[in-house]
């Protein structure tokens, strides 16, 4: 019986994977071209050790990491270096996390700048087209890109702590009453998108709502939350 147990514990114990090897490497591998995950646990840092494949692993492009997993695709395979949270040395900054809004506005892509060395993940889908990774989404060093229609949330962290100004300064209700239009003062220097519809009415680019250097305009009934500046 004592030998059973013992047993017993020997698998349980072999069974326990650890995230990371004890010199903060973790090898992740995509087997046949295809998108895999490893376990990392939460990192302030995440880079490319070593590269085992022909294929040049390109972070996101064909790997990345966000919430606690590396992932990898395309035939990226690597050892990559994993700096636990909270371990950075030499620096006062730390992950931050913001929202942001990127829209594909007629169906063209579109690069919204923002900070992502931390990584980026979708949160809400406020398109009708589908929002799907790589396809009508992804990102880069520089920022995220979407298109085919795709307008989403988006959630972006960055290791360097760099964070704009909130969602909610930047947000602009405008409401077309008894279905005429109204315009609606506001700073539309850096662009203008919708946020969250709130009428049952339609509300489409240069259709029933649209901007000039002045505001927000909208018609036909469209009510809206509109983001500025949602780069």
């Avoid at 046949?32 to 995950?37: A, C, I, L, M, Q």
């Avoid at 492009?61 to 994993?82: L, T």
């Avoid at 920022?143 to 989403?152: E, L, N």
């Avoid at 919708?194 to 649209?210: A, E, K």
């Amino acid at each position: 019986m004592l030998k059973k147990m013992i047993g017993l514990m020997s698998v349980l114990c072999f069974a326990v994977v650890l995230p990371a090897s004890a010199d903060g490497k973790v090898r992740c591998d995509s087997t046949d071209g295809r998108y895999h995950e490893c376990a990392a646990g939460y990192a302030d840092s995440v880079t490319v050790a070593r590269q085992w494949s022909k294929t040049k692993c390109v972070r996101g492009d064909n790997w990345g990491y966000r919430d606690g997993m590396i992932w990898v695709d395309e035939g990226c395979h690597a050892d990559f270096n994993v700096v636990p949270s909270g371990m950075t040395s030499g620096s006062s900054a730390r992950p931050m996390k913001q929202t942001i809004i990127c829209e594909s506005s007629d169906g063209h892509r579109r690069h919204c700048a923002v900070d992502t060395s931390g990584g980026v993940r979708i949160t809400k889908r406020l398109s009708k087209n589908a929002c799907d990774f790589k396809s009508d989404w992804g990102w880069d060093r520089n920022g995220v890109w979407v298109a085919h229609g795709c307008r989403a949330e988006f959630e972006v962290t960055s290791e360097n702590g760099l964070v704009s100004r909130s969602l909610s300064d930047n947000l602009l209700l405008c409401e077309s009453e008894n279905g005429r239009r109204k315009h609606c003062q506001a700073d539309t220097r850096f662009g203008v998108a919708v946020f969250r519809q709130l009428s049952d009415s339609d509300c489409v680019l240069n259709r029933t709502w649209g901007y000039d250097s002045n505001g927000v305009w909208v018609t036909s009934g469209c009510r809206a939350e509109f983001v500025l500046n949602p780069r």
